[in-house]
């Protein structure tokens, strides 16, 4: 009995669709994939298969999985920089790296003009310059409908036209006004706090990342308002609150303190950053 190299046929839903040669050396186990797609939403069966031979017991392998659409999230940005200077890089990287076989549809929009969201899962506010007179009322009822929306002021944000779409006329969906940038001397950033109560680290194996790591060169002073349910879910070492976060009706609003680009921090660089994307 020697080393040999066998098919492995891939099929979805009796059709076939692909087959890989895997080398298997006696006596040893081996692993074989391929990237299949399917036609549709729903629940589907995939059958892996090799040649008959002796031992018919493992000659086949079935599975059944769910097939889902992609979720889609929309990112609204006006600053138009190139690279990693772009406010929303970033964050298109961590949650569509592939866009053709992520599970995220990711669309950038000016919000230049806007006074409508169009269909989306999921919502990432880095500005609204020139937002258009219901932008603000749209992502409310976006957000009171059961949705999420993050906010992350960086670059090209006015405090004050950001306050009046977010805190204007109405109820206000934010809990908050920014107030102004405070920044770290260069060779001294600013760092949050370890603690983590709201659980953000729980999906990291213990010791593969803390908060206290994240470094932070500038940030947005807050002010939170009294009347509503705002609660800090992090903080800097000092205790100002670094991450916000409170309900709207049937949604989740959440605010960090300054953008996400290396001018500000170093959390895109940190492994909780992807995860705590999606």
Sequence with gaps: IREADVPVTFS??????ESRLVRVAPGQEAVCSAALSVEGAGFHWVTAEIPADDLVADNVRNGAFEAREKRKAVLLSGVSAGGTDRPTAFLEWALAPDPAGSA???TVLD?????ELPDCDALFVF???????????AIERFVRGGGGA?????????AAAFNRDFEG???GLLGCRLREVVAADPDAPMRLSPEDPAGFLSFLPKGRDDLSRVLVWKRWEIDPRADT??????????GAPALLTRSVGKGEVWVWTGGITPSWCNLPARPMFVPWAH
Excluded: N, T
């Design 12 to 17: 979805i839903d009796g059709v076939r669709k």
């Design 104 to 106: 995220w549809q990711v």
């Design 111 to 115: 919000p230049a003009g806007m006074s």
């Design 127 to 137: 500005d609204a310059a020139g937002a258009g007179p219901g932008l603000a009322g």
């Design 150 to 158: 993050a906010f992350l002021p960086g670059d090209g944000v006015d």
């Design 169 to 171: 006329e109405w109820e």
């Design 229 to 238: 349910d705002l609660r800090a879910a992090v903080r800097f070492a000092d």
